[in-house]
């Protein structure tokens, strides 16, 4: 069975960075793209970015609001995938999620709490 | 971006009835390989997001079959054919056609 664990959320103050994780396990993880999605208190979903696998060159995309702040990167040596998170602001307080992208976001992690504030 | 329209936002459900949501695009999500890239999530309460439908008409793995889903171009239908307490939550589709992936607002399916 697949499955997704994240973590590294935590509060953190405005323009600080952050380093969340995603770990993989029960599928072959470089043979898939992950995406990050995130979730504000209280709100619907949002697409925060993808990385493709390196069959497909490893690429990565943004959604607007974190492009230039965010980086997604992946070790499939250890079936990780990371996401690098620059110069936050309060609108970044959010759950996040990872997820497996294949046929649809068929896994998600249980998603960690980012919490930015002063 | 793809602009993802839901409705109804709130839907109260009888037991045992059918309910069906509406995913509205502001473009076409029909690729040149044929496939509409529309898929429904189902978010129930403290919890992940759950993949229901993908490609806008194939159930993933698991899904109950009286989840179905219809559509083509830029409209598309979830439909719960005999509505059961297990089944609220928030409903959410998503366009995976072009990047940003967007999503629709959601709609609250909850209990008479």
């Known amino acids: 069975e697949a499955q997704l664990v994240e973590s590294g959320g935590t509060l953190v103050n405005p323009g600080r960075s952050l380093r969340l994780s995603c770990s993989g396990s029960g599928f072959t993880f470089g043979e898939n793209a992950m995406s990050w999605i995130r979730q504000a208190p209280g709100k619907g979903l949002e697409w925060v970015g993808v990385?493709?696998?390196?069959?497909?060159?490893?690429?990565?995309e943004y959604a607007a609001s974190v492009k230039g702040r965010f980086t997604i990167s992946r070790d499939d040596s250890k079936s990780m995938a990371y996401l690098e998170m620059n110069n936050l602001k309060t609108e970044d307080t959010a759950v996040y999620y990872c997820?497996?992208?294949?046929?649809?976001?068929?896994?998600w992690g249980q998603g960690t709490l980012v919490t930015v504030s002063s | 971006d793809l602009v993802m329209t839901q409705s109804p936002r709130s839907l109260p459900v009888t037991p045992g009835e059918p309910a069906s949501i509406s995913c509205r695009s502001s473009q076409s999500l029909l690729h040149t390989n044929g496939y509409h890239y529309l898929d429904w999530y189902l978010q129930k309460a403290g919890q992940s997001p759950q993949l229901l439908i993908f490609l806008a008409i194939n159930r993933a793995s698991g899904v109950p079959d009286r989840f179905s889903a219809s559509g083509s171009g830029t409209n598309f239908t979830l439909t719960i054919r005999r509505v059961e307490a297990e089944d609220v939550g928030v409903y959410y589709c998503?366009?995976?056609?072009?990047?940003?992936?967007?999503f629709g607002g959601g709609t609250k399916v909850e209990i008479k």
């Open positions: 990385i493709r696998s390196l069959d497909y060159g490893g690429t990565t």
């Open positions: 998503m366009q995976a056609l072009q990047t940003p992936l967007t």
């Open positions: 997820s497996r992208h294949r046929d649809g976001h068929d896994y």
